[in-house]
């Protein structure tokens, strides 16, 4: 099991989770950081100093944000295991879920779902 970032971490600049991984897993997108699921040791040291709750461990992910855990694995599809993201610095880009949010306040559910109905 790994740990994950979901929807709270769009467009938050605090970085704390990276000082605080021993590892050096957590890459920085754009717009939010990923945590890579073949790097990750499941330590849990970033998961305490992260501002907004964004990070979970992949099976206690909040069933509106479980497609983080896709999310996060997705992310790293074409660059493979780097080996730290310190090698690597920003990348400038994100995961098309992330991107196609908007900007400075996320939505909490799937693009795929549907809005819930109004009373």
Request: aromatic content about 6%; glycine content about 6%.
């Amino acid at each position: 099991m790994t740990f994950v970032i979901a929807l709270p971490c769009v467009d938050v600049t605090d970085k704390a989770c990276i000082d605080a991984c021993p590892v050096d897993c957590i890459y920085e997108g754009e717009r939010m950081l990923y945590i890579h699921p073949d790097e990750c040791i499941d330590c849990g040291a970033c998961e305490p100093v992260c501002p907004v709750e964004a990070i979970f461990l992949e099976d206690d992910t909040p069933q509106e944000w479980r497609h983080f855990n896709t999310v996060n694995a997705e992310f790293f599809s074409d660059l493979g295991s780097p080996g730290g993201s310190a090698k690597l610095g920003p990348i400038a880009r994100d995961h098309a879920i992330v991107a196609a949010l908007p900007s400075g306040g996320a939505v909490a559910s799937a693009p795929s779902d549907p809005a819930p109905a109004k009373r």
